[in-house]
């Protein structure tokens, strides 16, 4: 067999196992799934927990990497531009969630 053979013939054995897989994949994707999870659920969680904990660590971390960089002589305004947005984002997403009747 010539190089070119050997390349061909690997090539195409590649081809026909991720196209086996493929195929195997379609038809376990296709099965009924039972249960499940509520979506209110997740987002209950999301607006109580992890909300009100990013609002509370972002500011944290912002402080202290603002006073290192102070300390380095480097600006103190990216660190506040960052937790006041960051802050805006995790207390304005529990707003929104609230909004739309979750939490």
């Known amino acids: 067999m010539t190089p070119t053979h ?6 195409a054995i590649r081809f ?14 296709a099965q009924t799934v039972t249960g ?8 209950t ?12 660590v ?6 202290f990497k603002g006073a290192h960089a102070v300390a380095e002589g480097r600006h103190l305004a990216p660190y506040v531009g ?3 947005g960051g802050s805006v984002l995790a207390y304005g997403g529990r707003y929104l969630l609230q909004h739309y009747g979750v939490g």
């Not at 196992?17 to 994707?29: D, I, N, P």
């Not at 499940?36 to 987002?43: A, I, K, N, R, S």
């Not at 969680?45 to 992890?50: A, E, N």
């Not at 972002?58 to 402080?63: E, F, R």
């Open 82 to 84: 960052t937790a006041i």
């Open 45 to 56: 969680t999301l607006s109580s927990w992890i909300f009100g904990l990013v609002g509370v």
């Open 58 to 63: 972002i500011p944290t971390i912002c402080a």
């Open 36 to 43: 499940g999870v509520d979506p209110t659920t997740g987002l």
């Open 6 to 11: 050997s390349r061909f013939r690997s090539l």
């Open 16 to 29: 026909s196992l991720v196209t086996g897989a493929a195929l195997a994949a379609h038809s376990a994707l």
